[in-house]
């Protein structure tokens, strides 16, 4: 038996879309880390017991404590009928972001939770001096400089394909030497549509995305493109650059995953099928590279890769972020704080499509906004969250009232 490798790794998500991709090619490279713990929502008990038991991590955290008796029984059946130990369980979000904390230098967290409730363990890894493989983008648009101040050079490692793109083509590359970034975008499933034929698009709609399989909240952004306004955002903090410095360019294919231009004129693509496996195996294991980790292009049959503008009248998402983001003060918390409580409004029938983006805009336009400076920290961007919560929810609540 090979010995068990060194490296700890924990997995925060654990059985969302990356966190289950993560398993995978965890599952393939077993060298990469040994699992030390594992976080869920814990909404999907019997696939928490099947990754328990092809992965053994010591210990497991339920985020929501009303499931956690439900998990913790249906694992000490498995574990006792498998005969081996079961994890030491826990449950709330403060033992999830004491588990993010848990690990030190040498050792790499994967953080797959959905949502800015992901900020708390992202700050938690960073202080831990651990590895930080980052898939929840929000901890880091939401945190800003909070989170970046908090990393030392190289220790955020994006699960984002966009920007593990950027950072495979700014490999060797000098920050003086980027002209610009070009985040490419797929244009969800609506492309091409005028805003009226939008007024009636229903969550099935909304969740059929054309080219990537993911949870169903980045699915939702990815056809409002609140996603992609995410991204730019995501971008200018990983990459330390203002974002008319970030452009964003519709390419249907999702091949070319995103584009550097640099000061000498050149463009530098990173360019593979779609499969997150890609971001994910490149976060975890940077800077190896892991062979055959996912199908590689195939240029023996015609392909044509197509690129075109975001029809920014259609989808004023990015062009709300931008300006959000110049205003800094925590309106990109706010931002992302309504677009959370809208998505569930739009999923549970409650909000129409159009009112997500419209809400947002309301939201960031109320001048009861609180506008905090950057030295109230951590405290300052939570309470400008639960305004913008309950200010969207406000606003739901009389939208489906009319
Ligand atoms: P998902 O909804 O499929 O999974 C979310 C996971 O988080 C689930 O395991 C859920 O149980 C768990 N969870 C929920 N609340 C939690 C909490 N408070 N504490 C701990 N765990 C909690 O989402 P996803 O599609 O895997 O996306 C996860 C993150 O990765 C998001 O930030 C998303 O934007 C980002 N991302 C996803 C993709 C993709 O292809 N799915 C691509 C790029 C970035
Ligand atoms: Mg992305």
Redesign the pocket.
């Known amino acids: 038996m090979t010995p068990a490798p060194a490296r700890r790794l924990v997995l ?10 993560t398993l995978d090619v965890l599952a393939r490279y077993p060298d990469i880390a040994r699992v030390h713990g594992l ?6 008990p019997q696939l928490v017991v099947e990754q328990v038991l092809a992965h053994r991590p010591e210990q497991l ?1 339920v ?2 404590p009303e499931r956690a008796e439900g998990v913790s029984d249906a694992i000490d059946a498995a574990c006792r009928a498998a005969g081996i130990p079961a994890p030491r369980l826990e449950s709330g ?1 403060a033992a ?1 972001t004491e588990l993010a904390g848990s690990l030190g230098p040498g050792d790499v967290v994967l ?5 800015s ?2 900020l708390l ?1 992202t700050l938690a890894v960073l202080s831990s001096g651990a590895r930080l493989a980052l ?5 880091l648009v939401v945190g800003g400089d909070l989170v970046t101040r908090a990393a030392a050079p190289g220790q955020i490692l994006p ?3 966009e920007h593990t793109a950027i950072a495979q083509a700014l490999a060797g590359v000098r920050p003086e030497q980027v002209d610009r970034l070009v985040v490419t975008a797929s244009g969800g499933p609506f492309r091409g549509r005028t805003r009226d034929q939008l007024a009636d698009i229903d969550p099935e709609q909304a969740l059929a995305h054309p080219t ?8 939702t ?1 990815s056809a409002t493109l609140v ?1 992609k306004a ?1 991204e730019v955002i995501e971008a200018c903090f990983l990459f330390d650059l203002p974002e008319h410095r970030v452009d964003v360019v519709v390419h249907p294919q999702s091949i070319v995953h995103s584009m550097a231009t640099l000061i000498d004129g050149s463009t530098i693509a990173q360019a593979s099928p779609p499969d ?1 496996r890609h ?1 994910i195996g490149w976060a975890l294991a940077h800077p190896e590279k892991l062979p055959g980790l996912a199908a590689a292009l195939d240029f023996s049959t015609a392909q044509s890769w197509t690129f075109e503008p975001v029809d920014e009248t259609t989808f004023p998402a990015i062009s709300l972020a931008r300006s959000a983001h110049r205003e800094g003060h925590g309106a990109m918390a706010a931002y992302n704080a309504a677009n959370e409580e809208a998505v569930a409004a739009f999923l549970s029938g409650a909000l129409p499509f159009l009112g997500i983006v419209d809400l947002l805009s309301a939201v960031l336009e109320d001048p009861a906004r609180p506008r905090p400076a950057a030295s109230a920290g951590v405290d300052g961007v939570l309470a400008v969250e639960d305004w913008a919560r309950a200010a969207a929810r406000t606003r739901i609540v009389q939208e489906s009232a009319r």
Do not use: Y
Request: no cysteine; glycine share 16%; proline share 4%.
């Open positions: 925060l998500g654990a059985t969302g879309s990356i966190g289950a991709q976080a869920v929502g814990g909404s999907r955290v985020a929501e979000q999830v953080n797959a939770i959905t949502g409730v992901g363990p898939a929840n983008k929000e901890s699960v984002d394909s990537w399989a993911m949870g169903p909240v980045i699915t952004n996603n995410l997150m971001a």
